[in-house]
């Protein structure tokens, strides 16, 4: 398989990216890992006239913390998420998520930019960025936003980037005291990918649930957020029946996918067991 | 089969041909190429492709064929090479990414002269059958360990699940690994 041929830039800052970008226009294609892009261009899915190799910006890499919790660059591979202390400490949700991709080459080439970006609607990532809220940053000639998750993932392989904006970071804010996270997911046997993925990170206070959220991937397009179910957990006891209860809603109000590798029925009652299970394993966690 | 009928609507139309194939020629230009220089198994390489050629077949192209070519998608894992000491799929990397870069093969982590612990234990508890998988699960092995130089099984499996073997059923892959594991961590302990 040899993709159709198209032409190269490496530009060594973000600024040269841009610049790039806005010349070369919906003819280019952004590559950090290349593990998701290429395998597409293979396909001959896209044809892009020219691929921007942000690969060596410095500026993109790295993770630092914030005020409130944690920047990662764009650039930041799977494996590197799964194992910084780091990422551990502050929202062990994702890096746990990141741990569950694809398999080592993957996490070692993939980034969270580049996942996030490519917005497969069943990859891990977006089920955990959506449970911790987490703000993609976007960077244009313009300036920067941050776009929250809940808006960012806008369906199967679209995402809300305009024209000319590259995805430059991920913000995530650190999980709080009394939180406990967990991913789980029931992985396609042959490609890892989830038919259906739960991520749940829940507040405890006291004895009942201050908060809960829950993101959802593999189940329908895009992954979303189950609001109902976090609805339903919000000032509940923490037992068992109430995260039953609100696991039931898990997919309510979604239109669900229909495939060969599962139908809507079962996607939506693997929604409702593996909300179930991520909520007790989380609860667990935050009970320390 | 489309070179076929071209040349039977050409011969339809004679005179507009010969045009047409010009017209052809002159919009064709062949691909760019750029310069790519790396180090491969600790020699330095230079070489010149188009953008869209892969790792894998600029390797392959300059006589690394122990890099094998499965899937071409990132599925397999026969591809994996060592990219600055990371395991990559080399299908899934292009040529002119590996730029400054250090590329190790299956032949960068030991020799027929002298093998790697994880190549002797493969040979001595079979975990080889056709071979084809063999140098990309040698190298996933290699980074595991490097990683996790006493994984356990079920670390061993997590480790190598990136390469597709379909003739051994994993099990004596598994038993190799884990022995050279063993025997890498008792000469370790002998040195020091």
Do not use: W
């Not at chain 1, 891990?124 to 993932?153: K, N």
């Not at chain 2, 699940?161 to 099990?171: D, F, I, Q």
């Amino acid at each position: 398989m040899i993709p159709a041929a198209f032409g190269y830039e490496r530009p060594a800052t973000l600024e040269e990216a841009l610049i790039l970008l806005a010349r070369h226009g919906e003819g280019a294609r952004i590559l950090s890992g290349g593990h998701s892009l290429l395998p597409v261009l293979k396909a001959r899915l896209a044809h892009p006239g020219v691929l921007i190799d942000i690969g060596r910006i410095p500026a993109l890499s790295g993770i630092t913390r914030t005020a409130g919790g944690l920047r990662i660059g764009a650039l930041t591979t799977h494996y590197e998420v799964e194992s910084s202390p780091l990422v551990r400490e502050a929202c062990p949700l994702l890096a746990e998520a990141a741990g569950r991709i694809g398999d080592v080459q993957v996490r070692n080439r993939g980034t969270i930019g580049g996942s996030a970006s490519h917005a497969d609607p069943a990859a891990d990532y977006p089920a955990a960025l959506l449970a911790l809220e987490a703000v993609l940053v976007a960077s244009s000639p313009d300036g920067t936003r941050g776009i929250p998750a809940a808006d960012f993932f806008t369906g199967p392989y679209e995402n809300a980037l305009k024209p000319g904006e590259i995805l430059t970071a991920v913000e995530v804010a650190s999980s709080p005291a009394g939180s406990g996270g967990a991913y789980l997911k029931a992985a396609q046997q042959a490609s890892g990918f989830a038919i259906c993925g739960v991520a749940a990170l829940v507040t405890l206070s006291g004895g009942s649930i201050a908060s809960a959220k829950i993101g959802v991937t593999g189940v329908a397009t895009p992954a979303y957020r189950a609001r109902k179910a976090e609805e339903a957990l919000a000032g509940k006891p923490a037992s068992p029946e109430s995260l039953r209860a609100a696991a039931a809603l898990a997919a309510e109000g979604v239109d669900p996918l229909d495939d060969f590798h599962a139908s809507a029925e079962f996607r939506v009652q693997l929604a409702k067991v593996y909300t179930e299970r991520a909520l007790a394993e989380a609860l667990r966690r935050a009970k320390g | 089969m489309a070179t076929a009928t071209k040349k039977k609507k050409a011969a339809g139309s004679a005179k507009k041909a010969p045009a047409r194939t010009s017209k052809r020629a002159a919009a064709y230009t062949p691909p760019k190429k750029f310069p790519i220089s790396f180090r491969v198994n600790g020699s330095e390489v230079r070489a010149e492709a188009p953008a869209h050629t892969s790792l894998l077949y600029l390797l392959r192209d300059l006589g690394f064929t122990e890099v094998k070519n499965g899937c071409e998608a990132g599925d397999c894992g026969a591809c994996t090479v060592l990219l600055d000491g990371v395991a990559v799929n080399a299908c899934c990397v292009l040529g002119v990414q590996a730029e400054g870069r250090e590329i190790t093969t299956v032949k960068g982590i030991g020799t027929v002269e002298n093998l790697h612990p994880i190549q002797k234990k493969f040979i001595e508890l079979g975990a080889i059958q056709c071979g084809f998988c063999t140098p990309g699960m040698i190298v996933a092995a290699y980074e595991l360990l490097e990683k996790k130089p006493r994984p356990s099984r079920e670390e061993i499996k997590a480790g190598i699940a990136g390469n597709l073997c379909r003739c051994t059923g994993y099990v004596k892959i598994i038993d190799a690994i884990e022995a050279a594991a063993g025997e890498m961590a008792s000469s370790k302990g002998r040195k020091s």
